[in-house]
């Protein structure tokens, strides 16, 4: 079993990765909280306006295009104000099932992932926790991303790894929202995408290096370990521990590159957009 862990020791150790891997020890700039206007909104589980702003502007590899969020903008603010009123904490009720709130978490930080970015007009690179510390009006209360990913965190490894994200150094976005009923299916198969993904799970041939995210790198030692325990053996390294929880094309991936070494990837700051030139 991987050893529990406090949420906030989990966001403290991956931005000391981070900071390890060369990125900027800057404090992040400070903005104020986006507000948003909830009057006369009344709660419910409905993430139909999410939907319609993944299926029409994020593309088939999962980057938001900027031409095509910008007039479903509002759209995406209706969500928003529903998920600002609607929540495990603001109305248990309406979410009685850990999978209930799993999705509801998942849903949340999607949608929120792209406001902060639509807000932040799409720069081109962002500093290491810039966007991660905007306060914002969720589950009835100020929140960020990282008090989101500390939520899911509580759910397991598999669930933040999976966790959905604007950022390349986290996993893609969703085609379509998160389900009760689909979503443990879900986490382990955006596992083996993030994994599968040559663009956030980056192998050097040449070097015969792996170069892991540090959001899956934060959790190492506790794969190892629990491979190492399940299996009875010893000398295993992460490549390793990573193979029963993938199949197929992600399989081949990594058996093809046991023997490499394996190191944090650097903290990336480029956001998974297609902006129009």
């Not at 390890?20 to 006369?40: E, K, N, R, S, V």
């Not at 479903?72 to 998920?83: C, F, I, K, M, V």
């Not at 950022?167 to 994994?195: H, N, T, Y």
């Amino acid at each position: 079993m991987l050893h529990p862990a406090n949420a906030t020791i989990l966001i403290c150790l991956v931005c000391a990765v981070c900071l390890a891997c060369g990125c900027q020890d800057a404090p992040p700039i400070q903005h104020p909280p986006i507000a948003l206007d909830t009057t006369g909104v009344q709660p419910r589980v409905d993430y139909s306006a999410l939907a319609e702003v993944l299926s029409k502007a994020v593309n088939s590899d999962r980057y938001v295009v900027e031409k095509k969020l910008r007039p479903l903008a509002g759209r995406l603010d209706e969500q928003l104000r529903l998920l600002a009123v609607t929540g495990p904490d603001a109305t248990p009720k309406l979410l009685p099932n850990p999978d209930d709130r799993l999705a509801y978490w998942l849903n949340a930080r999607a949608a929120w992932a792209i406001k902060l970015a639509l807000v932040a007009n799409f720069p081109e690179e962002v500093g290491p926790g810039d966007l991660p510390h905007r306060m914002f009006p969720l589950d009835g209360k100020m929140m960020n991303l990282w008090d989101l990913d500390a939520q899911i965190f509580d759910y397991g490894w598999q669930a933040i790894v999976a966790a959905p994200g604007i950022s390349m150094e986290r996993a893609m976005l969703p085609d379509k929202p998160f389900s009760p009923q689909d979503v443990q299916a879900g986490i382990r198969e955006r596992l083996i995408e993030f994994i599968d993904d040559e663009k956030r799970f980056l192998i050097d041939v040449e070097e015969q290096t792996i170069y892991v995210p540090p959001i899956l790198w934060f959790f190492r030692e506790d794969l190892i370990d629990t491979y190492q325990t399940t299996c009875g053996t010893t000398g295993a390294t992460l490549t390793t521990a990573l193979l029963p929880y993938v199949h197929d094309s992600a399989l081949r991936r990594l058996q093809d590159v046991i023997g490499y070494k394996v190191k944090p990837a650097k903290s990336s700051k480029i956001l998974a957009v297609l902006k129009e030139r």
